[in-house]
């Protein structure tokens, strides 16, 4: 059975090794736009969805998975920082707070679809502009929701994570494992 990861995050890629043996990538071209009036629990698993479908319906015999990660906080969507200075705005609104993380993962298969969310909220310390200013020099929040990867640098600024740490990273394993035993051969997976 071909599997197709429909996602060009290395962090996606990294952690779907750990469940399946062979898989391909191929990236779905797609308008990230929020609607108006969409949740952030809608958008991100709407974003998940149409990836998925999208390569689904070059790839019809595939199981195709799809991944969108999302940043709320106060119930706005932090998305990937245009530049420097977008990226430092959500620092500042991140610093001494806590937040809401929300993966969405669609599997399409057989026509099939089957979507789910994993979340977490994570607290951050209170930032200096220092720190704040260090850590973009970094230029790892570069591609990232909320501007902050968790799994780098960013790590020495988290206070608590109450949640699922896979869904902040961009893939929950232990869900994602769950529905894949459902519908794939056990030689697909590791």
Known sequence: MEIILASQSP????????????????????????????????YVQRMAFEKATK???????????GSDTTVVIDQNILGKPANDLDAQRMLRQLSGRTHDVYTAVSIIYQST?????????????????????????????????????????ASKFIEKIHGDYYA????PIQALYQELKQMVLPTDLL
Not at 16 to 42: G, H, M, R, W, Y
Not at 119 to 146: H, M, P, R
Not at 168 to 171: A, P, R, S, T
């Open 55 to 65: 390569i689904a319906s070059l790839y019809p015999e595939a199981l195709v998975i």
């Open 11 to 42: 962090r996606r890629q990294e952690l779907l090794q750990i469940l399946v043996k062979q898989f391909t990538i191929k990236v779905a071209a797609i308008d990230e736009s929020i609607l108006t009036n969409e949740t952030p629990f809608a």
């Open 113 to 153: 679809p089957k979507t789910f969310v994993s979340s977490a909220q994570v607290t951050f310390a209170t930032l200096t502009e220092e720190e704040i200013t260090k850590y973009l020099a970094l230029n790892e929040y570069q591609d990232k929701a909320g501007a902050y990867g968790i799994q780098g640098a």
């Open 168 to 171: 902040i990273v961009g893939l």
